[in-house]
């Protein structure tokens, strides 16, 4: 097994024999279910109810564990010296945090994949339809979970476990609001404000971009070069932050 | 290779900043020092002494800001330093996650351990370390000597040929304390380095055979241990059969703690003054009973040394 490979393997079995996981797979899996009390609830049609409702659940909950995991990891590394017994074998700083990073990634997109056999089997049961619209929603979910842990890693690279949890929600939140930005460059008065929305939309990360939600639960149309196009901005987003997070971890003391 | 210092450092300095305002502490001042293969070094001083934080820009954890450290030759930046190297840190905190044995087949990986040669390995340094069937047990359910023996397992992967031990036998009962002693004179016979760090000055006077004393982020004091044990000046206790009354009336200005015990004298004198006060005494006719060199401990030395210093404790604000 390589240095990365262990590395992985370590962050993964810490995720799994870590209590949250497991009550938020649990979590996950009981409110799954109880789409079906949903069901009789709703005055949406059964589609959009089990199509919304299951996306919904998964997103925010994946989400947060994607914060709890990645957000402060490196810095709870520091805290606990855990990281002095790595960084003192022949292992790169880069090495570290690909390894970490690529257990963190490895964990979340095991627990996407039983909550999406969940899922589709909701759709089984209660007939739906399965489109391409639930599909692009499904893998822009994966995309936006590669770049939300590279986000938590570039906070965690250089601040606490607080502030990097904090500034990754905060930049979840605004990243989810990049239309509304782009709207506020375009329209606002204030040549100030529309320049600071203008910048914010350029340079934060566009999630909104990633989000097929909506389109899946109103039975949309993907287009798939523009679906394409985001993933792979999601992609190069991340990369960027990982390199970014592991030039600030080079040159950082642990104390 | 067999030439080449384990350890080499020259005018190692470290200044940390502190807070927005950027006030400097000096933690670390011109510090140069060699290991030589199959030589225990052991690095001894008071809290905040710079200890800690000389052995961290060894490992790479922490940068210098002067001066420069090798491993084998190569500067402690590069990670090839690194390549024959175990390490336990001092309070130890593995990923308590893992069992036993997990964490040291992971120490294997990063060591660059694979295939048989890793099992192998792994069962040898467990068996060393006398682990037996707990290293099937999660590490968090470990006591602080079995934690320090998973420690220890994992710095002996692959026979290093440099080791760094930063306050390992601290908080051990004496069967873990043996088997750490055991290990570093197992490790010098074998030819590599051992790089001490230590509180418990016995345990650094039996094992080492260099010390540096570092006192506020300098090397004090430097050398075998029997040079400075020596170079502290060597002390008689002596013992006459007269009043101590008698004793100060001849030899007072010339003896320390002088007292009377069932009818004898009893007092100290130092090897410049010990022969004129024996012939002052005998010419007084007066029975020297008994002459004994009192032998000076590592432990006087440091004490001596701290008291000389101001015993100042931690870095210099800057």
């Given at each position: 097994?390589?240095?990365?490979?262990?590395?992985?393997?370590?962050?993964?079995?810490?995720?799994?024999?870590?209590?949250?996981?497991?009550?938020?797979?649990?979590?996950?899996?009981?409110?799954?279910?109880?789409?079906s009390?949903?069901?009789?609830?709703?005055?949406?049609?059964?589609d959009?109810?089990?199509?919304d409702?299951g996306?919904?659940?998964?997103?925010?909950?994946?989400?947060?564990?994607?914060?709890?995991?990645?957000?402060?990891?490196?810095?709870?590394?520091i805290e606990?010296?855990?990281?002095?017994?790595?960084v003192?074998r022949?292992?790169?700083?880069?090495?570290?945090?690909?390894?970490?990073?690529?257990?963190?990634?490895?964990?979340?997109?095991?627990l996407?994949?039983?909550?999406?056999?969940?899922?589709?089997?909701?759709?089984?049961?209660?007939?739906?339809?399965?489109?391409?619209?639930?599909?692009?929603?499904?893998?822009?979910?994966?995309?936006?979970?590669?770049?939300?842990?590279?986000?938590?890693?570039?906070?965690?690279s250089?601040?606490?476990?607080?502030?990097?949890?904090?500034?990754?929600?905060?930049?979840?939140?605004i990243?989810?609001?990049?239309?509304?930005?782009y709207?506020?460059?375009?329209?606002?008065?204030?040549?100030?404000?529309?320049?600071?929305?203008?910048?914010?939309?350029?340079?934060?990360?566009?999630?909104?971009?990633?989000?097929y939600?909506?389109?899946?639960?109103?039975?949309?149309?993907?287009?798939?070069?523009?679906?394409?196009?985001?993933?792979?901005?999601?992609?190069?987003?991340?990369?960027?932050?990982?390199?970014?997070?592991t030039?600030?971890?080079?040159?950082?003391?642990?104390? | 290779?067999?030439?080449?210092?384990a350890?080499?450092?020259?005018?190692?300095?470290?200044?940390?900043?502190?807070?927005?305002?950027?006030?400097?502490?000096?933690?670390?001042?011109?510090?140069?020092?060699?290991?030589?293969?199959?030589?225990?070094?052991?690095?001894?001083?008071?809290?905040?002494?710079?200890?800690?934080?000389t052995?961290?820009?060894?490992?790479?954890?922490?940068?210098?800001?002067?001066?420069?450290?090798?491993?084998?030759?190569?500067?402690?930046?590069?990670?090839?330093?690194?390549?024959?190297?175990?390490?336990?840190?001092?309070?130890?905190?593995?990923?308590?996650?893992?069992?036993?044995?997990?964490?040291?087949?992971?120490q294997a990986?990063?060591?660059?351990?694979?295939?048989?040669?890793?099992?192998?390995?792994?069962?040898?340094?467990l068996e060393?370390?006398?682990?037996g069937?707990?290293?099937?047990?999660?590490?968090r359910?470990?006591?602080?000597?079995m934690?320090?023996?998973?420690?220890l397992?994992?710095?002996l992967?692959?026979?290093?040929?440099?080791?760094?031990?930063?306050?390992?036998?601290?908080?051990?009962?004496?069967?873990?304390?043996?088997?750490?002693?055991?290990?570093?004179?197992e490790?010098?016979?074998?030819?590599?380095?051992?790089?001490?760090?230590?509180?418990?000055?016995?345990d650094?006077?039996?094992?080492?055979?260099?010390?540096?004393?570092?006192?506020g982020?300098?090397?004090?004091?430097?050398?075998?241990?029997?040079?400075?044990?020596?170079?502290?000046?060597?002390?008689?206790?002596?013992?006459?059969?007269?009043?101590?009354?008698?004793?100060?009336?001849?030899v007072?200005?010339?003896?320390?703690?002088?007292?009377?015990?069932?009818?004898?004298?009893?007092?100290?004198?130092?090897?410049?003054?010990?022969?004129?006060?024996?012939?002052?005494?005998?010419?007084a006719?007066?029975r020297?009973e008994?002459?004994?060199?009192?032998?000076?401990?590592l432990?006087?030395?440091?004490?001596?040394?701290?008291?000389?210093?101001?015993?100042?404790?931690g870095?210099?604000?800057?």
């Amino acid at each position: 097994m390589s240095v990365i490979g262990a590395l992985a393997t370590a962050s993964f079995r810490e995720a799994f024999r870590n209590r949250v996981t497991v009550v938020l797979g649990v979590f996950a899996v009981v409110m799954i279910l109880l789409t079906s009390v949903v069901l009789n609830t709703t005055v949406f049609t059964l589609d959009r109810a089990v199509t919304d409702f299951g996306l919904g659940v998964m997103s925010l909950l994946l989400v947060g564990l994607t914060i709890f995991l990645s957000a402060g990891l490196l810095t709870r590394e520091i805290e606990r010296r855990t990281i002095f017994l790595v960084v003192s074998r022949p292992v790169s700083r880069a090495a570290f945090i690909f390894g970490r990073y690529l257990g963190t990634l490895v964990t979340l997109l095991l627990l996407q994949a039983v909550m999406t056999g969940l899922y589709l089997l909701q759709f089984a049961l209660f007939d739906v339809p399965l489109t391409q619209a639930v599909v692009a929603a499904l893998l822009g979910l994966v995309v936006e979970l590669v770049l939300l842990t590279a986000i938590g890693f570039f906070f965690s690279s250089f601040s606490g476990q607080l502030v990097s949890g904090v500034s990754a929600v905060g930049l979840y939140l605004i990243g989810h609001l990049s239309g509304d930005m782009y709207l506020v460059s375009r329209t606002n008065e204030s040549p100030v404000l529309a320049s600071l929305a203008r910048i914010g939309y350029y340079v934060l990360p566009n999630l909104d971009r990633l989000d097929y939600r909506v389109t899946a639960a109103h039975q949309g149309t993907v287009h798939w070069g523009e679906f394409a196009g985001s993933c792979a901005y999601g992609l190069v987003y991340a990369a960027l932050l990982l390199l970014a997070a592991t030039l600030i971890f080079d040159r950082r003391d642990f104390k | 290779m067999t030439d080449v210092a384990a350890v080499s450092c020259a005018g190692l300095g470290k200044v940390y900043r502190l807070g927005v305002r950027a006030k400097k502490v000096r933690a670390l001042q011109g510090v140069s020092l060699t290991v030589a293969p199959g030589e225990v070094f052991g690095l001894i001083g008071p809290n905040g002494a710079g200890k800690s934080t000389t052995i961290k820009i060894l490992l790479n954890l922490i940068t210098a800001t002067e001066g420069e450290a090798k491993l084998f030759g190569v500067d402690v930046r590069d990670r090839k330093a690194r390549v024959s190297l175990g390490y336990v840190p001092e309070s130890p905190s593995p990923y308590e996650h893992l069992t036993g044995r997990e964490y040291v087949e992971f120490q294997a990986a990063l060591a660059g351990i694979s295939g048989p040669e890793r099992t192998k390995e792994v069962h040898r340094v467990l068996e060393r370390v006398e682990l037996g069937p707990l290293s099937r047990v999660a590490i968090r359910r470990y006591s602080k000597g079995m934690v320090q023996r998973v420690m220890l397992a994992g710095a002996l992967l692959g026979h290093p040929r440099l080791l760094v031990l930063d306050e390992p036998t601290s908080g051990l009962d004496p069967l873990g304390r043996r088997l750490v002693r055991e290990v570093i004179l197992e490790q010098r016979r074998a030819g590599a380095a051992v790089l001490f760090c230590s509180h418990i000055i016995s345990d650094v006077e039996s094992l080492c055979d260099r010390v540096a004393l570092l006192v506020g982020g300098n090397i004090k004091r430097e050398g075998r241990v029997g040079e400075l044990i020596s170079g502290s000046g060597r002390t008689h206790e002596v013992v006459v059969d007269a009043a101590a009354s008698e004793v100060q009336s001849l030899v007072g200005a010339l003896v320390e703690g002088l007292e009377e015990v069932s009818g004898q004298a009893m007092f100290r004198v130092g090897s410049d003054g010990l022969q004129r006060v024996l012939h002052a005494l005998v010419t007084a006719g007066k029975r020297v009973e008994r002459v004994q060199p009192i032998r000076f401990s590592l432990e006087d030395t440091f004490l001596a040394e701290m008291q000389s210093t101001a015993s100042r404790v931690g870095g210099s604000l800057e």
